[in-house]
Structure formats: C-alpha cells, structure tokens
C-alpha cells in the first residue's frame, strides 16, 4: 500500500505518511519480517523518496511536495529504525546484510511448510 501510494506520477503524499505512522504503530515481531521482508525493503526505498518525477508549474506546491517528500523520509527512517532494533544485528555488521542473512536462514528452515502451517506458525508465536 505505501508503494502504491507513493506512485512516481500521482503520488498520494498523505495517504504515504498515515501508513508508515500505521506500519509504525503495529506491534511488530521478527518472525512478521522475516516472512515478509518486502516490508523492510519498502523503508529502505522509501528512506531515499525524492517526490514525483513531474514538477509542479505553482512554486508553492512544488514546496509542499518537497516538504511532503521529507516527511515520508523521516517517518520511514523512524520506522526502519524501530524494525532494526528489534534485531541484534552485530555493530560490524550491516543490518541489510545481517537481515537479509536471517530471512535465507528462515526460508531454509521453513521451505518444506505448507502457506497454513507458515500462517500456523506465526499465529503460536503471536
């Protein structure tokens, strides 16, 4: 959804803020982002969103969009920061390499599970 929202022609700025703030609010375990690790791949982009590619003809809008766009920055990087803590990522170590590392290992260790006993799994960890 904040892909979706965050669209390079018509972005929907505002609806981008209020899922990141929903993303940061849920309260998120390790086993969630090892399943679904495009989660912590869509911060990572999203910590580098520039605005649409199309600039605005009215000065002031073309403000509010970079404004908008730093916004979607900062709360993006504040929700992959809470993400990051949730791991002990080794100080000498990545967490991109170190996460990626975890979710191979995951994938591994879980790819004879059926999609209900993966679902399962997480329902007895929560």
Same mark, same amino acid.
Request: no cysteine; hydrophobic share 40%; charged share 30%.
């Given at each position: 959804?904040?892909?979706?929202?965050?669209?390079?022609?018509?972005?929907?700025?505002?609806?981008?803020?209020?899922?990141?703030?929903?993303?940061?609010?849920?309260?998120?375990?390790?086993?969630?982002?090892?399943?679904?690790?495009?989660?912590?791949?869509?911060?990572?982009?999203?910590?580098?969103?520039?605005?649409?590619?199309?600039?605005?003809?009215?000065? @002031?809008?073309? %403000? *509010?969009?970079?404004?908008?766009? +730093?916004?979607?920055? &900062?709360?993006?990087?504040?929700?992959?920061?809470?993400?990051?803590?949730?791991?002990?990522?080794?100080?000498?170590?990545?967490?991109?390499?170190?996460?990626?590392?975890?979710?191979?290992?995951?994938?591994?260790?879980? @790819?004879?599970? %059926? *999609?209900?006993?993966?679902?399962? +799994?997480?329902?007895? &960890?929560?």
């Amino acid at each position: 959804a904040i892909r979706s929202a965050l669209h390079h022609d018509e972005p929907d700025m505002a609806r981008s803020l209020i899922l990141i703030s929903e993303l940061h609010s849920l309260a998120i375990q390790p086993l969630m982002l090892k399943k679904n690790p495009e989660i912590v791949m869509t911060l990572r982009k999203v910590r580098k969103y520039i605005g649409p590619k199309t600039q605005e003809s009215d000065p @002031k809008l073309h %403000e *509010k969009r970079l404004e908008d766009s +730093l916004k979607i920055r &900062l709360a993006a990087d504040t929700a992959l920061k809470k993400i990051q803590s949730l791991f002990n990522t080794p100080p000498d170590v990545s967490f991109s390499k170190y996460f990626q590392k975890m979710v191979d290992e995951f994938h591994v260790a879980t @790819k004879d599970y %059926e *999609k209900e006993e993966l679902f399962q +799994l997480e329902k007895l &960890l929560l």
